[in-house]
């Protein structure tokens, strides 16, 4: 079995990579003194990827939307017993998620972690689905879409993804609707089980105090060797131009709800990571909470403590979006538009740059003193091809050149969108 060390002399931290002979990769940060394991199991699969084929098929196949994410809930179910049942008995957290590109499966614990892991890499290989099951299934999964279809923030968010996005199904909910998953049967779940969750298509991710030999053994003992099914997976092409500029919707809400994205070029691999740190220190420079334009805007009451920046990068798409309340939040469009314009020209205050900097990059390495960031570190710098601390690397290298850059390149007018929620 090849080992792998990755380490960063910067940050005086290592984690191992073990290439299993079943076809998944491996990933270990040992922490010493730590007394709590997290544990990650994930599947580059989520609700984007509808269109697929692999070496078996002739053609891409497409299959109905939310299935990923009805995946996720079924497989805590198995002919014998309720998943939950058995992480009850080692006092281990479980939990998952369906993201727009990928399926995790985790735990946490302070003991019983071996115990845990084998659970989770049994129930993860052992897919059980009848008639009657998914239509139980159909019925709850129903409910829940129902149910956010009532969040005004969360249609405010959605929102915005369907003004900018022209055909990408980053604007379709996880999901799905209640009309696409009941085209969903037992053999189209199975197909795509064993289509995404072959494990050269996964990773698994552990960080904590376990001994990496215990590791490998439990995983020598539960992971079941597949061929690669040289997956490929198809979206629709993506024009640059954003669907429109403004999206509106009424609901009962207190203040009205907005979220303004730009629509960027997309990016992977590590320049995605490179791409995104800069983007987001020249978000925080714009407009994050210690900005001069922040203040002002909270001094007139055009935002509020809910508001927050990010730089979304799911799916295969980036944009820079910030989110909040105002009670005129095209006013605050208009307002931040102008700052972004000013910055092109004047640039950004180099001691605040610093602050920020320094700030975010403090940020990242307290994660990686918490076993559960550093799990997720691991996992989402695997997807991306890159190493967990590639990100923190950036950060430290980074000029506010860099972020004067990034906003002449990514925050264009033309290319932005507002959603609003409000009661008109």
């Not at 929102?159 to 980053?170: K, S, T």
């Not at 939040?329 to 180099?350: N, S």
Request: charged letters at 25%.
């Amino acid at each position: 079995m090849n080992k792998e060390i990755v380490k960063s002399e910067r940050l005086g931290e290592s984690y191992s990579v073990f290439h299993h002979p079943s076809g998944l990769d491996v990933l270990v940060w040992k922490m010493e003194g730590f007394t709590t394991t997290e544990a990650i199991f994930a599947t580059k699969y989520g609700s984007i990827y509808n269109c697929f084929k692999t070496k078996d098929s002739k053609d891409f196949i497409t299959v109905p939307e939310g299935i990923a994410h009805f995946l996720e809930h079924k497989l805590f179910e198995n002919e014998d017993t309720d998943v939950f049942d058995l992480y009850a008995k080692t006092g281990a957290n479980a939990n998952a998620f369906t993201s727009f590109d990928e399926t995790a499966y985790t735990f946490s614990c302070s003991e019983n972690w071996e115990d845990s892991l084998v659970i989770l890499l049994d129930f993860v290989q052992k897919p059980y689905f009848t008639e009657q099951s998914v239509a139980k299934e159909q019925g709850i999964i129903g409910q829940e879409i129902k149910m956010c279809a009532d969040s005004p923030e969360r249609q405010c968010f959605y929102n915005l993804l369907r003004a900018m996005y022209v055909n990408h199904p980053i604007k379709i909910d996880i999901a799905g609707t209640v009309d696409t998953i009941a085209e969903i049967t037992p053999d189209l779940l199975y197909k795509c089980y064993y289509t995404f969750y072959n494990l050269h298509n996964m990773v698994l991710a552990i960080a904590g105090n376990v001994d990496e030999d215990k590791v490998m053994e439990i995983c020598d003992k539960m992971l079941k060797p597949c061929e690669d099914m040289e997956l490929e997976t198809k979206l629709p092409d993506e024009p640059e131009n954003v669907a429109q500029k403004k999206i509106f919707q009424s609901f009962p809400v207190g203040l009205p709800l907005f979220n303004i994205g730009f629509k960027c070029k997309p990016y992977e691999g590590r320049e995605l990571f490179k791409k995104a740190g800069t983007a987001s220190v020249a978000l925080h420079l714009l407009i994050g909470s210690s900005s001069p334009l922040y203040k002002q805007l909270f001094d007139d009451g055009l935002i509020n403590s809910q508001f927050g920046v990010e730089v979304f990068t799911s799916g295969g798409v980036f944009s820079p979006i910030i989110s909040g309340e105002s009670h005129d939040p095209e006013e605050l469009y208009r307002r931040y538009l102008a700052e972004i314009e000013r910055v092109k020209t004047e640039g950004f205050d180099k001691s605040q740059f610093d602050m920020i900097k320094r700030s975010m990059y403090g940020e990242i390495v307290r994660g990686m003193n918490n076993p559960e960031r550093a799990a997720d570190y691991l996992a989402e710098s695997y997807f991306e091809n890159s190493d967990a601390f590639y990100e923190a690397q950036v950060l430290a290298e980074m000029t506010v050149e860099d972020c004067e850059n990034a906003v002449r390149e990514m925050f264009d007018p033309e290319k932005s969108s507002i959603s609003v929620v409000d009661n008109k």
